[in-house]
């Protein structure tokens, strides 16, 4: 069947220091793979998209790699700040043409 | 305009009540979504319209009924609700449907309690 999992639940990191989110994928050959941020009681917002081609994508001290090989994707947050605090998601388009979400992590920055 | 509007923010409603949510985007997308979302959880997808066009329902109860009466609003009422029903209902846009390369634009959401 097909999966998506985000490695784990929740992060907890000091600030300053660079956060690592993984999702790894079963089953599916994505074009597209997209990061979410999701703040308590709001809707996700968009991140990042990273194409198969593209190993390596950064916008700002955010950066994802994609490996269609190993079927996963790694979120890095450098300088990690308390306002990073959220929940990140991950999402891939299946052959149906949807947006398949992660379970998230839900990341906290202490000071 | 990057901004998806939903109204209500909260509705509490009763298992007879009829209601519905409003979701409105001036960014000129032409694919709208409905999501539903529980606590801990990842939205799970429940409508998709492309061209104002249902392109995706994913077998969800017809106690949910959506419309798209124009390409920048996207409703969806309610009828006849049970508890389980409770959750975030999120709206969201994108410039094209099925379509991975776009990005969609979450509306804030609707916090709906089914009493």
């Known amino acids: 069947s097909q999966k998506i999992e985000q490695n784990s639940e929740a992060l907890n990191i000091q600030e300053g220091k660079t956060a690592t989110l993984t999702c790894n994928y079963t089953?599916?050959?994505?074009?597209?793979l997209q990061w979410y941020r999701q703040d308590p009681g709001r809707g996700p917002v968009f991140l990042l998209l990273i194409r198969e081609n593209e190993k390596e994508k950064r916008k700002e001290r955010l950066k994802v790699t994609f490996d269609t090989t190993l079927k996963q994707s790694l979120f890095h947050i450098t300088a990690s700040q308390p306002a990073d605090s959220a929940t990140y998601l991950c999402a891939l388009y299946n052959q149906g043409g949807k947006l398949i979400f992660g379970q998230g992590t839900e990341l906290s920055v202490k000071p | 305009d990057t901004e998806v509007t939903q109204t209500p923010k909260h509705l509490v409603m009763g298992m007879t009540n009829k209601k519905s949510l409003k979701c409105e985007q001036h960014?000129?997308?032409?694919?709208m979504y409905w999501y539903k979302q529980k606590a801990k959880k990842p939205p799970e997808l429940m409508f998709v319209?492309?061209?104002?066009?249902?392109?995706i329902n994913e077998s969800v109860p017809s106690r949910f009924s959506p419309e798209c009466p124009n390409s920048s609003l996207l409703n969806l009422h309610l009828h006849a609700l049970q508890p389980e029903d409770s959750a975030l209902y999120l709206c969201?846009?994108?410039?094209?449907?099925?379509?991975?390369?776009?990005?969609?634009?979450f509306g804030p959401g609707t916090r709906l309690t089914v009493t």
């Open positions: 319209y492309s061209y104002e066009k249902l392109s």
């Open positions: 969201a846009s994108s410039r094209s449907a099925h379509d991975g390369t776009y990005e969609q634009y």
């Open positions: 960014m000129g997308h032409r694919a």
């Open positions: 089953n599916y050959s994505p074009a597209y």
